[in-house]
C-alpha cells in the first residue's frame, strides 16, 4: 500500500538557518504529493503541493520539488524563521481524488 | 468566514458511553473525511464521504461510525468508547472528491478513561 516517510524530528535550527526535511514515498500510481502544516493548537493547513514529476510546489518560502526518480519531495525553505515552527506533514494521494496518506510529521523549533 | 467547525473541542468520558463529535463546513464542500492523529503515527483516516448519503470507510475505521444526511454535516459517533480512541480528532472537507485542497478543522481531544 501507499506510504509516506519522513525524517524524524524534532529539527532545531537558529533564525536564518537553511532548511530541510526530508519525505520520500511509496505508492503504486502517480500521485499528488503535499505538504501540510499544522501550527500549535490548530487544524493542519495546507503549504504547498505538486501533482506531476518536476513540478515544484511553493509557498511562502517554502519549496518542495516532485522527484519521481527517488520518489522523495524534500521541503526546503533558505532562511527560517521563529514563527515557522510546527509541525510538518507529507502526504500523498494516488488515488485521484482527495484521501490523503500522510507521513508521520517532523516538528521544526525555530530559535531566536 | 470559510470554515471547518468542530465540536465539542475537548473532551474527557468514560468506557463505554456514547458520544458524538460534530463537524460542519460553511464552503458547500461535497468531500468530507475524519482523521485521527496519534503521536509518531501521524494521522490516519477513519471515514469518508464523497457526498451526502454516500459514506466509506477509511484506514482505521473500527469502532466508529459517521453519516452524512445533509451536505454541511460529518458527525463522528463513537457507539462504546474505548481508551484506545483517545486520540485528537480531526474533520477536513474539499470542494468535490477530486483532488482539492483540503480544509482541515481545529480537531477535537477526546480521553476516554
Known amino acids: 500500500g501507499d506510504s509516506v516517510t519522513q525524517m524524524e524530528g524534532p529539527v532545531t535550527l537558529s533564525e536564518e538557518a537553511f532548511l530541510t526535511i526530508n519525505c520520500t514515498y511509496t505508492a503504486t500510481g502517480y500521485p499528488s504529493l503535499f505538504w501540510y502544516v499544522q501550527y500549535p493548537g490548530e487544524g493542519l493547513q495546507l503549504l504547498l503541493k505538486a501533482t506531476k514529476a518536476d513540478d515544484k510546489g511553493s509557498n511562502k518560502g517554502f519549496e518542495a520539488t516532485y522527484r519521481k526518480e527517488t520518489t522523495s519531495f524534500h521541503l526546503e525553505k533558505g532562511s527560517v524563521q521563529v514563527s515557522d515552527s510546527a509541525v510538518y506533514f507529507c502526504a500523498l494521494s494516488d488515488r485521484g481524488y482527495s484521501t490523503l496518506t500522510f507521513g508521520k510529521g517532523t516538528m521544526l523549533l525555530v530559535s531566536p | 468566514e470559510a470554515q471547518v467547525t468542530q465540536n465539542p473541542r475537548y473532551l474527557i468520558t468514560v468506557t463505554g458511553k456514547k458520544l458524538t463529535v460534530t463537524c460542519s463546513q460553511n464552503m458547500n464542500h461535497e468531500y468530507m473525511s475524519w482523521y485521527r492523529q496519534d503521536p509518531g503515527l501521524g494521522l490516519r483516516q477513519i471515514y469518508y464521504s464523497m457526498n451526502v448519503e454516500v459514506t466509506d470507510k477509511g484506514d482505521v475505521p473500527e469502532g466508529y461510525k459517521v453519516s452524512r444526511k445533509e451536505k454541511r454535516n460529518f458527525p463522528l459517533i463513537l457507539e462504546s468508547p474505548s481508551p484506545n480512541q483517545t486520540s485528537l480528532y480531526f474533520c477536513?472537507?474539499?470542494?468535490?472528491?477530486?483532488?482539492?485542497?483540503?480544509?482541515f478543522g481545529p480537531g477535537t481531544r477526546l480521553t476516554v478513561l
Open positions: 477536513a472537507s474539499s470542494l468535490t472528491s477530486t483532488l482539492n485542497e483540503q480544509f
